[in-house]
């Protein structure tokens, strides 16, 4: 399958910024490409996977996989209130607990994304508050399009992606369709970007 143009330059055009690298909250845990492993959004199949992230990229297989509701509107995200949901990868960012919720909206757990990454800036994208979370009430899942921008999940799945998204640490993939992506082509950009994550650290522990 060919990758469209448009999804493979939001693959290879993602940077990391330097206010996520320079965090002081900032730690890695994963040592290595065996141990990595990415959250990846199908918005036309409405499902989402917890999927390896190993060296050879055609080794990736998937761990599990989630029903979700994404935005209310269809398309990639451009503008502030379009209630579309954006494509393209992102990092889970600090988790936010039950007790700072309205948990009629997000349930017991929100995992906030980067959106908009440095790509999505100069693309002009516009907007913010684009999270993983609960669903608040479960029906809203069945609903498929139901929400301002985010993607969500069942009550008791978003509390099983804790350990998964893993803050600062854990690339969130979100693609318009499975069926448009290369997953050779664009493991390999995500691990090309998550390679250069790595030397980066490495290159500050010898400073």
């Given at each position: 399958m060919k990758v469209s143009m448009k999804h493979f330059f939001l693959v290879i055009g993602f940077?990391?910024?330097?206010?996520?690298?320079e965090s002081k909250t900032f730690?890695?845990?994963q040592t290595?490409?065996?141990?990595?492993?990415f959250l990846l959004v199908d918005k036309s199949s409405l499902t989402a996977q917890i999927r390896t992230l190993p060296k050879d990229t055609t080794d990736s297989k998937i761990i599990k996989e989630y029903p979700i509701a994404i935005g209310k509107k269809q398309g990639d995200k451009r503008k502030e209130g379009d209630y579309k949901t954006p494509e393209g990868i992102y990092f889970?960012?600090?988790?936010?607990?039950?007790?700072?919720?309205l948990q009629s909206k997000y349930g017991e757990l929100a995992i906030p994304t980067d959106y908009p990454n440095p790509y999505d800036s100069y693309l002009n994208k516009?907007?913010?508050?684009?999270?993983?979370?609960g669903a608040g009430d479960d029906q809203r899942i069945l609903d498929k399009y139901a929400t301002e921008g985010c993607v969500i999940f069942?009550?008791?799945?978003i509390l099983k992606l804790r350990k998964w998204l893993v803050p600062h640490q854990t690339l969130i993939l979100i693609t318009?369709?499975?069926?448009?992506?290369?997953?050779?082509?664009d493991l390999k950009a995500v691990h090309i970007q998550l390679k250069l994550w790595l030397d980066y650290l490495e290159l500050k522990k010898t400073k």
């Open positions: 940077m990391l910024t330097q206010e996520t690298l730690k890695f845990q290595s490409f065996s141990e990595a492993i889970a960012l600090d988790h936010i607990q039950k007790e700072k919720l516009t907007g913010y508050g684009i999270w993983i979370h069942h009550n008791k799945t318009k369709s499975t069926e448009h992506v290369n997953q050779e082509k």
